[in-house]
């Protein structure tokens, strides 16, 4: 099962998961609701009633589809690092 974490002031959301090999994180202040995350990966990600990304604490996503849904946000909202070594794989540091 997923977790998330979120910043203080609501914007920056992490989340990471037993069976997945990457840590995800998100910006709130910088989603724009395209939804192209969601439509990729409806099983990690969502939209809340402002139309800003979140993370869904359940069964993510396989990671291939993870990071897809991470290369399709047109502002870059959403990070993707490998959990293991904080290395971040999109977008490129």
Request: charged share 25%; glycine share 6%; net charge negative.
């Amino acid at each position: 099962m997923a977790q998330v974490t979120k910043s203080p002031d609501d914007v920056i959301h992490t989340g990471t998961s037993p069976k997945s090999k990457y840590r995800i994180e998100i910006d709130r202040n910088v989603c724009i609701g395209a939804a192209s995350c969601v439509a990729i990966g409806a099983n990690t990600f969502t939209l809340d009633d402002k139309n800003k990304v979140l993370i869904i604490e359940g069964e993510w996503d396989s990671d291939e589809i993870v990071l897809a849904a991470a290369q399709s946000c047109p502002v870059f909202a959403i990070k993707v690092f490998e959990a293991e070594t904080g290395k971040q794989i999109f977008p490129d540091a």
